[in-house]
């Protein structure tokens, strides 16, 4: 059980396809992250959202296009992905102190045809 | 040289044996620290955050020394359910890096009977 849900767990696209990611987070929290792990790699941060607001995106390419319509919701909108975009997409949620973990989804496993 | 590194292992122990992670961090700003745990095609979950002063949760035990920008975990009486990455997980300074989580790439415990 997880109190941040992602959806779906698993997608398949081809590299020209649009297709979205989605977190919900039933926390209370007011930030949430995207994070890409990828095989034998540390995970990566992607975007923070502090109640709502974009306040990280660490240099992630423009086909990744996230958007928070408010703290319980994240979506992360994807178009023309490469192959080496496949990997595990976690979204995370937390408190907004510095002091406090944050609470991973279960995770969408993308494949890039 | 990696902003948090950690020995991969992987570290093959017997049930009921003791084990030590070592983690060092690179930013001598950051201001709290964790240890996750990530179990194989699994999101991230929360072990326990680590305290200045050291903390302890059953048979685990955290320990932080700011001076040399080190953290452990120390398992006891291990037991097969403890195989897993542990992950050790820094959280940066605030104002500006509020929130961002720097991923070390994990330690990869067996425990065998």
């Known amino acids: 059980e997880t109190g941040v849900t992602q959806t779906p767990r698993h997608l398949v696209m081809g590299m020209t396809n649009k297709k979205s990611l989605k977190c919900e987070q039933h926390?209370?929290?007011?930030?949430m992250y995207w994070y890409k792990q990828s095989a034998k790699k540390p995970l990566e941060l992607m975007f923070v959202?502090?109640?709502?607001?974009?306040?990280e995106n660490n240099s992630v390419p423009s086909r990744f296009s996230p958007e928070c319509p408010n703290s319980s919701h994240l979506f992360l909108h994807l178009h023309t992905l490469q192959p080496e975009d496949s990997a595990l997409y976690l979204c995370?949620?937390?408190?907004?102190?510095?002091?406090?973990?944050?609470?991973f989804g279960d995770g969408t496993r993308l494949s890039i045809l | 040289r990696k902003e948090v590194e950690q020995d991969p292992g992987p570290f093959n122990v017997p049930e009921g044996a003791t084990v030590a992670f070592n983690c060092t961090y690179s930013n001598s700003a950051s201001q709290s620290f964790f240890w996750y745990r990530q179990d194989c095609r699994k999101e991230p979950k929360l072990l326990m955050s680590?305290?200045?002063s050291g903390n302890e949760d059953g048979r685990f035990t955290a320990q932080l020394n700011r001076a040399s920008q080190y953290i452990s975990l120390l398992i006891r009486d291990s037991k097969l359910s403890d195989s897993a990455t542990y992950l050790c997980?820094?959280?940066?300074?605030?104002?500006?890096?509020?929130?961002?989580?720097?991923f070390g790439q994990g330690t990869i415990l067996t425990v065998h009977p």
């Open positions: 997980v820094v959280n940066g300074p605030g104002g500006t890096s509020y929130g961002k989580l720097t």
């Open positions: 959202y502090n109640f709502k607001e974009q306040t």
């Open positions: 680590v305290y200045s």
């Open positions: 926390l209370g929290h007011n930030a």
């Open positions: 995370a949620s937390s408190q907004a102190r510095t002091d406090q973990p944050q609470h």
